[in-house]
């Protein structure tokens, strides 16, 4: 089985629309998908109804959360996207995307950068704004090459010149919260120190006490180095393996199923969830 455990679509920061990431997810031969967009599920209904055959989709969010004033990532698998705790602070999180983007702009126009709000909000579309398009304006205006140089500390890093904080769930709230709505929680690239500041090992293993599932080992943003010294960590703190792309269509060089999760981890997660069930598709629209 090919198992790809980490996309977006146009409902949060990817460029294809959940309907067409099905079907790429089909066309490169996966098996499994989960479609992660960042504190929303609001692009499962479209995914699930264009569901190839033989494509099983894994429903799931990339939940933003901070731990001691740094970034962190969860992945939140097989929840009860309607349990009440997890929706509001879904909610919470993503309703604070506006004005921060906002803030973005504002800080982007007093370092002379012609942004602005209409460009960002054209670019993100029906999905929650967030840094990627904000970015994106930036290489639309020849600030920047692509978006990953727009994550710089001279531009959108945590702590760059136009960064703006935004509301993120404390990671031990959001383990409560997806374990509350019956989920499977996984740190998302744990190590991705490209993008900023990450937390360290002890933390993890922290989390790990609170009931962290997993970590996504197997990642573009992970040299294998890194990776080596991630599984390590995980078979030392009891916690699952995953790997996956990050697959953001065009605002990311990655392609579906650049990594991948094995087979028996991916029964583990199944096994653990009980807010919902992978879903296997019948032909799709």
């Given amino acids: 089985m090919r198992i790809d455990l980490h996309t977006h679509s146009t409902a949060s920061d990817g460029t294809d629309t959940p309907a067409d990431l099905v079907r790429k997810a089909a066309a490169a031969g996966l098996d499994?998908?989960?479609?992660?967009?960042?504190?929303?599920?609001?692009?499962?209904?479209?995914?699930?109804?264009?569901?190839?055959?033989?494509?099983?989709?894994?429903?799931?969010?990339?939940?933003?959360?901070?731990?001691?004033?740094?970034?962190?990532?969860?992945?939140?698998?097989?929840?009860?996207?309607?349990?009440?705790?997890?929706?509001?602070?879904?909610?919470?999180?993503?309703?604070?995307?506006?004005?921060?983007?906002?803030?973005?702009?504002?800080?982007?126009?007093?370092?002379?950068?012609?942004?602005?709000?209409?460009?960002v909000a054209r670019i993100a579309g029906d999905g929650s704004v967030g840094r990627p398009h904000v970015a994106t304006a930036l290489v639309e205006l020849g600030v920047v090459p692509t978006v990953s140089d727009a994550f710089t500390q001279e531009w959108?890093?945590?702590?760059?010149?136009?960064?703006?904080?935004?509301?993120?769930?404390?990671?031990?709230?959001?383990?409560?919260?997806?374990?509350?709505?019956?989920?499977?929680?996984?740190?998302?690239?744990?190590?991705?120190?490209?993008?900023?500041?990450?937390?360290?090992?002890?933390?993890?293993?922290?989390?790990?006490e609170a009931g962290l599932d997993g970590i996504e080992v197997d990642h573009m943003d992970h040299d294998p180095e890194t990776r080596a010294r991630l599984r390590g960590l995980a078979q030392e703190l009891g916690l699952l393996v995953t790997g996956s792309s990050d697959y953001h269509g065009s605002r990311?060089?990655?392609?579906?199923?650049?990594?991948?999760?094995?087979?028996?981890?991916?029964?583990?997660?199944?096994?653990?969830?009980?807010g919902a069930f992978p879903v296997p598709g019948t032909g799709g629209a």
């Fill in 32 to 119: 499994v998908i989960a479609l992660t967009d960042h504190d929303t599920t609001r692009g499962h209904a479209e995914a699930l109804a264009a569901l190839p055959a033989g494509l099983t989709l894994v429903t799931g969010a990339e939940l933003s959360c901070r731990l001691d004033g740094v970034s962190m990532h969860v992945l939140a698998y097989l929840f009860d996207p309607e349990e009440p705790a997890l929706l509001a602070e879904r909610e919470l999180v993503r309703d604070d995307r506006v004005p921060r983007a906002q803030g973005m702009i504002s800080k982007l126009n007093a370092l002379g950068v012609p942004v602005t709000w209409e460009q």
């Fill in 156 to 208: 959108l890093a945590d702590g760059g010149r136009a960064y703006v904080e935004k509301h993120e769930t404390d990671p031990f709230e959001a383990l409560r919260l997806i374990k509350g709505a019956g989920g499977v929680a996984v740190f998302a690239h744990p190590a991705a120190s490209k993008r900023g500041r990450t937390v360290p090992e002890s933390a993890i293993a922290e989390l790990a």
């Fill in 252 to 274: 990311k060089t990655c392609v579906l199923g650049e990594f991948m999760t094995d087979p028996e981890v991916y029964g583990e997660i199944t096994r653990r969830a009980t």
